[in-house]
């Protein structure tokens, strides 16, 4: 059974950088396509990044390109976003998912993602 807890979130001001860490409960984190997503109000769910398992290979979002960064440490079951140069269209909550051995053209769609954490808010506001 997997496990996600995301944990980082908060309110900073535009132009401030933070950090999110999904720390994964369960086997075989390795084999896992790690990726966030966030959802504002009234909005759909949205890919963020994404980062495979097997390669480390990482996507991300046109929005987002440039600014944030995923990446894992297998040794701590844990995958992490940081997110630099925030912007007020950047408020959402932040939710981890995870799925295992995800294909390419899988990555940025979360209807393909069996397990989810519970979310994390992220404001970004003066």
């Not at 980082?8 to 075989?28: E, I, N, R, T």
């Not at 966030?38 to 600014?67: C, H, L, M, N, W």
Request: include cysteine; aromatic fraction near 12%.
């Amino acid at each position: 059974q997997v496990q996600l807890e995301e944990s980082g979130g908060g309110l900073v001001p535009p132009g401030a950088s933070l950090g999110l860490s999904c720390k994964f409960s369960g086997s075989a984190f390795r084999t896992y396509t790690m990726s966030w997503f966030r959802q504002a109000p009234g909005s759909e769910r949205e890919f963020v990044a994404g980062i495979k398992g097997s390669s480390s290979s990482t996507y991300y979002a046109d929005a987002v390109k440039g600014r944030f960064t995923m990446s894992r440490d297998n040794a701590k079951n844990t995958a992490y976003l940081q997110m630099n140069n925030l912007k007020p269209e950047d408020t959402a909550v932040y939710y981890c998912a995870a799925d295992r051995q995800l294909i390419t053209s899988s990555v940025r769609l979360h209807n393909q993602y069996d397990y989810w954490g519970q979310g994390t808010q992220v404001t970004v506001s003066s």
